[in-house]
């Protein structure tokens, strides 16, 4: 790790162009789970439709499990929610942002998550599977912030737009 990660943290951030390694390194970046290699995760959350959100999604997976400093964590927990703000369709890889995203928000545990946590917590679209609306109440409640409270009674009578008897 100590001799690798930097020059991959630096061809990611160099070559954003070259999607195929840059999926290559996130998967590197993945395995060795070092939080030296927090700048290329962090960019990795800048994802482009169409392009590159796998990189998003193992960026997400990553910081999951790797140490944070309190600071770090504060950091990646507002990369998230502004990746996490940027998710609007309905396709298969945009769920997917979306449960890692939350998941990852959940995992970190940092009170900077909140807003968009319940942001997704209440948003009713037809773009959102409700599911996605459970797992980030879920998420509110690892975080056990009181200022959180009258979002997770106004979840409580939300319904599923698409099956109203859910």
Known sequence: DDVTYEQLVKVY??????????ERIMALLYEMRDPRSLPALLKAL??????????AITAARTLAVIQL?????????????????????????????RV?????LGELNDPAASDVL?????RQSEE????????????????????????LIEALYLFDPSNPGN
């Not at 800048?46 to 990189?55: A, D, K, L, Q």
């Not at 400093?69 to 942002?97: C, F, H, I, Y």
């Open 13 to 22: 951030l160099d070559a954003p162009e070259d999607t195929q390694n840059g």
């Open 46 to 55: 800048e994802w482009r439709t169409e392009v590159n959100e796998e990189h």
């Open 69 to 97: 400093t309190p600071a770090q964590k504060t950091e990646a927990a507002k990369k998230l929610a502004t990746a996490l703000d940027r998710v609007s369709g309905k396709r298969p890889v945009d769920n997917r942002m």
């Open 100 to 104: 890692e995203f939350l998941r990852t």
């Open 118 to 122: 319940v942001k997704v917590a209440l």
């Open 128 to 151: 959102q599977n409700f599911l996605i609306n459970n797992l980030a109440v879920e998420q509110l409640g690892r975080l056990a912030d009181p200022a959180t409270v009258p979002a």
